[in-house]
């Protein structure tokens, strides 16, 4: 799991310093190593998904995104997940892809989706003292 980490890292050390193509190389490394360590429900597991998935948007590499992203709201929703901010993120990115790639109308949906959540989830927020 080390190997991991360091893989995931140096991936966001590199997006923060806006080599996208480090910090992608750094994803599917970590990628890699967890497909070896973690169960595809595992939440690291997921978390590795989207950074890749948003990196290669950034890239433009839209149709690889899109794929990651159909494989981890699959995984999302395989996890009877709803209502929750990673499965809202997980819409807003995939239906941005699918907006990049001129497939706006089947975008719509999800990101009508992910706005519920999102307003599900602010309603379900304890108030600030």
């Avoid at 050390?13 to 996208?20: A, C, I, N, S």
């Avoid at 149709?63 to 997980?90: K, N, V």
């Amino acid at each position: 799991m080390q190997e991991w980490s360091q893989f995931m890292d140096t991936g966001t050390e590199r997006y923060l310093l806006g080599d996208f193509a480090g910090a992608e190389k750094g994803y599917r490394a970590a990628l890699q190593e967890a497909k070896e360590i973690f169960e595809k429900t595992d939440e690291r597991f997921l978390l590795n998904l989207s950074l890749l998935a948003s990196v290669l948007s950034l890239l433009g590499d839209h149709l690889a995104a899109e794929s990651l992203y159909q494989r981890q709201l699959a995984i999302r929703e395989e996890r009877g997940e709803e209502g929750t901010s990673d499965l809202a993120e997980c819409l807003e990115g995939y239906a941005h892809v699918l907006r990049e790639t001129g497939r706006g109308e089947q975008a719509e949906p999800l990101a009508t989706r992910a706005r519920a959540i999102r307003e599900q989830v602010q309603r379900n927020r304890p108030p600030h003292d």
